[in-house]
């Protein structure tokens, strides 16, 4: 059984959010600053404002376990 509390599948679920914020959707419960603060704590890359998609591509390399 999987762990919620596992890196990599906090970064799947992450990955989702981001895809639908990088699209401009918004969710009302996280800011965009919050999730890639969550991005940042499992990548160890830090992010600006606004890069959705180099946070999805990051994580990305992370689940198949480059990073």
Not at 2 to 7: E, H, I, R
Not at 29 to 39: E, F, I, R, V
Request: glycine share 10%; net charge positive; aromatic share 6%.
């Amino acid at each position: 059984m999987l762990k919620p509390s596992d890196p990599k599948v906090q970064a799947i679920f992450l990955k989702g959010h981001l895809k639908l914020m990088s699209l401009g959707m918004k969710n009302s419960k996280m800011s965009g600053k919050q999730m890639l603060a969550l991005a940042t704590n499992i990548t160890g890359q830090n992010y600006k404002r606004g890069q959705y998609i180099k946070a999805l591509q990051d994580l990305e390399i992370f689940t198949k376990g480059g990073i």
